[in-house]
């Protein structure tokens, strides 16, 4: 089967105007597109499509591709062919790096974003009761048991967090997401080892401390969360 020129394939006539190659290219578009959930999707044929256009849309190559055609040019008809096919390796290449991305983000959000936003909220949600709890009589042993079980929780879950937070890399696009993961777990940490020491000199400074870093950590579990709902 004989290759199509640039004319043939975007159905329009070698004397068609600028105005009627834009107009075919983006009704045939829409028709091939592999998104457009359409029975004629075809990645191959929008390839097509985009080469010729990228060659017809110009008026100086569109004036040198005819003068191609005019004269019947085996080689000239090749370059273009060649050029069609360039495009559509590229095409498919770029569609695949986007899918792989898109899967990427789904597996990050599911299995890393998530279950570390769920076990940070464990931690630091709780504090404010705890606090307010252990404040009825800070050097009761009973209250202040309580409280130090609740901080060896604490330790616990940011262990599990950490470990679920390194197990994958993150996608490129959400780097932003996951720098302020990474902060607001730093924050959380510090902020447990600051009520730790509280819990054992009774030093009023270590626990204002400690409630403040939880509050950035808060901070920037939310700054995480805007950042991903802008991002999708």
């Avoid at 199509?4 to 091939?32: C, D, G, W």
């Avoid at 060659?55 to 004036?63: G, K, M, T, V």
């Avoid at 986007?98 to 769920?118: G, K």
């Amino acid at each position: 089967m004989a290759e199509l020129n640039h004319y043939q394939t975007l159905q329009v006539s070698p004397r068609a105007t600028q105005a009627e190659i834009k107009q075919s290219y983006r009704r045939l578009a829409k028709l091939f597109h592999p998104d457009s959930q359409q029975e004629t999707a075809n990645h191959e044929q929008i390839v097509q499509l985009n080469a010729a256009y990228e060659i017809l849309s110009d008026p100086q190559r569109r004036e040198f591709y005819d003068r191609q055609l005019k004269n019947g040019s085996f080689s000239a008809a090749g370059n273009w062919q060649q050029r069609t096919k360039a495009a559509q390796k590229q095409y498919q290449k770029q569609r695949q790096t986007a899918q792989d991305i898109d899967r990427q983000i789904q597996l990050w959000l599911s299995l890393v974003y998530q279950p570390v936003n769920r076990l940070i909220c464990r931690i630091i949600n709780p504090i404010k009761a705890q606090v307010d709890e252990l404040s009825a009589d800070p050097f009761d042993d009973e209250l202040m048991e309580s409280f130090q079980d609740y901080l060896k929780d604490c330790q616990e879950l940011l262990s599990q967090a950490q470990h679920i937070f390194t197990s994958m890399p993150n996608p490129s696009p959400l780097a932003g997401v996951a720098a302020r993961l990474y902060y607001c777990l730093n924050q959380v940490g510090d902020g447990i080892s600051e009520l730790e020491t509280f819990s054992l000199n009774y030093d009023d400074q270590y626990l204002h401390t400690g409630q403040e870093m939880f509050r950035i950590a808060a901070q920037l579990r939310r700054e995480a969360q805007a950042a991903f709902k802008n991002f999708v």
